[in-house]
Nanobody, 126 residues
Framework: QLQLVESGGGLVQPGGSLRLSCAASNSGFGLEYYAIGWFRQAPGKEREGVSCMWGERISYVDSVKGRFTVSTDKSKNTVYLQMNSLKPEDTAVYYC???????????????????WGQGTQVTVSS
């Protein structure tokens, strides 16, 4: 069983930056072998895919392209989401998720992912 532990959320002013972390609790579950998705959900809205990474392939939703960057630290079995130039519309609970049998064409669908972190709140406000 895999557990994902997220951290790094908080309150930041518009234009600021945050880095979210997603650590896998099971060291035998190498994240680099699976599709890792970042999603977010704002109040009253559906969960939205933000980025997906599977091996060398990385994809971002249009609204965050050029501002968000996903990366991994294999030694720590951790995935990061670096968020720069944050906007108020980025305010949401952010989740990381892992798909064991990824289908790149379905990367934006939450139901494609089996394991989820607990979520971390990101608030962008002055």
């Amino acid at each position: 069983q895999l557990q994902l532990v997220e951290s790094g959320g908080g309150l930041v002013q518009p234009g600021g930056s945050l880095r979210l972390s997603c650590a896998a609790s099971n060291s035998g579950f190498g994240l680099e072998y699976y599709a890792i998705g970042w999603f977010r959900q704002a109040p009253g809205k559906e969960r939205e895919g933000v980025s997906c990474m599977w091996g060398e392939r990385i994809s971002y939703v249009d609204s965050v392209k050029g501002r968000f960057t996903v990366s991994t630290d294999k030694s720590k079995n951790t995935v990061y989401l670096q968020m720069n130039s944050l906007k108020p519309e980025d305010t949401a609970v952010y989740y990381c998720a892992v798909a064991q049998e990824p289908d790149w064409g379905s990367r934006w669908y939450p139901e494609s992912y089996r394991y989820w972190g607990q979520g971390t709140q990101v608030t962008v406000s002055s």
